[in-house]
């Protein structure tokens, strides 16, 4: 009596695993892109996690170092806060990034899926231009700061202050990249795989 059942289930199970050797994701309607450029951008957006975790142990040391200096030797010093600040705005920076790319940014998916195909396609590449619009806005005015406050010495580490903006600019950069391979992937009906797949 179970047999149907079974063969069914065998069945659903044989396409699930042909698709997901093909490259196609079951659970995804589009299949993954694979061009250069998205090969690119996944790399990137790799590193920039990589890069994101040790900021984040740096800002862990720098903490243990800020505690053990106050109440084990009662001397902190004056570097550990200034560095644990510089790192979060980096660990921000190549969050917010990877955030863009692997679609971890607030949405309204929901109403977007209640729209027609066409006009579905048309809203998701008018978000993800806003969305490059906005990091080229972070790319000129993370410059603009950069440039005027380069000269400028931050006192507790002595390196220039202008380093706190190059984040903006190196976030920027990321987000009109990741913004221009969700676009392209939309246009070639494909889907951008997340960095962590």
């Not at 069914?8 to 659970?27: F, Q």
């Not at 010093?77 to 600040?85: F, N, R, S, Y």
């Not at 590449?125 to 000129?140: P, R, S, T």
């Not at 950069?146 to 976030?171: F, N």
Request: proline share 5%; net charge negative.
């Amino acid at each position: 009596m179970s047999t149907p059942h079974i063969s069914a289930t065998a069945a659903a199970t044989t396409a699930a695993v042909s698709s997901v050797a093909l490259g196609v994701d079951p659970e995804h309607e589009r299949p993954p892109a694979r061009h250069a450029y998205s090969r690119l951008c996944g790399l990137l957006s790799k590193a920039s996690l990589i890069i994101a975790i040790f900021c984040l142990i740096g800002i862990i040391l720098s903490v243990q170092i800020q505690v053990v200096g106050r109440y084990v030797f009662n001397d902190t010093p004056t570097w550990a806060e200034a560095l644990a600040l510089q790192l979060v705005l980096y660990v921000t920076a190549f969050g917010v990034a990877v955030g863009v790319r692997d679609a971890g940014h607030i949405g309204l998916d929901s109403i977007v899926s209640l729209l027609p195909e066409s006009m579905r396609l048309k809203l998701e590449i008018l978000i993800h231009l806003l969305v490059a619009l906005f990091g080229g806005i972070m790319v000129q005015s993370g410059m603009l700061w950069t440039r005027l406050k380069w000269d400028e010495l931050d006192p507790m580490l002595g390196l220039p202050v202008g380093i706190d903006y190059l984040s903006l600019v190196i976030a920027g950069v990321l987000i009109v990249m990741f913004s221009i391979e969700h676009i392209v992937a939309l246009l070639r009906d494909e889907e951008v795989v997340p960095s962590w797949y």
